[in-house]
């Protein structure tokens, strides 16, 4: 039996058979310094775009996430409940409630 080390390249492959070594990877040898990684993916397909609607509730549950992750205080699972209640309020509330937090940032 061979043993993982992180010393050793090639027990990775062992761990993770996904691991491709940077060298060998099609995508290094496309992309060059500089250019721009977006490029080399294809444009999105409209006609493959989900097509359904967030309740007002759950967007404003997802921008309170996303508002706290961004000012650097991540919500723990815990929070779920006080997220759910806060995102019950108005949207006018839910908006300052926002405002506020990327001012304090």
């Given at each position: 039996?061979?043993?993982?080390?992180?010393?050793?390249?090639?027990?990775?492959?062992?761990?993770d058979?996904?691991?491709?070594?940077?060298?060998?990877?099609?995508?290094?040898?496309?992309?060059?310094?500089?250019d721009?990684?977006?490029?080399?993916?294809?444009?999105?397909?409209?006609?493959?775009?989900?097509?359904?609607?967030?309740?007002?509730?759950?967007?404003?549950?997802?921008?309170?996430?996303?508002?706290?992750?961004?000012?650097?205080?991540?919500?723990?699972?815990?929070?779920?409940?006080?997220?759910?209640?806060?995102?019950?309020?108005?949207?006018?509330?839910?908006?300052?409630?926002?405002?506020?937090?990327?001012?304090?940032?």
């Amino acid at each position: 039996m061979t043993s993982w080390s992180s010393e050793n390249p090639s027990s990775r492959a062992f761990v993770d058979p996904y691991a491709v070594h940077p060298r060998d990877s099609a995508w290094t040898a496309a992309a060059q310094p500089g250019d721009d990684i977006d490029a080399l993916l294809p444009p999105p397909d409209p006609a493959r775009r989900l097509s359904f609607t967030l309740d007002p509730r759950d967007q404003r549950r997802l921008a309170l996430h996303a508002t706290l992750t961004a000012v650097g205080v991540p919500p723990m699972p815990e929070d779920r409940a006080a997220i759910d209640q806060i995102s019950a309020l108005p949207a006018d509330v839910n908006e300052v409630l926002q405002r506020w937090l990327h001012h304090t940032a």
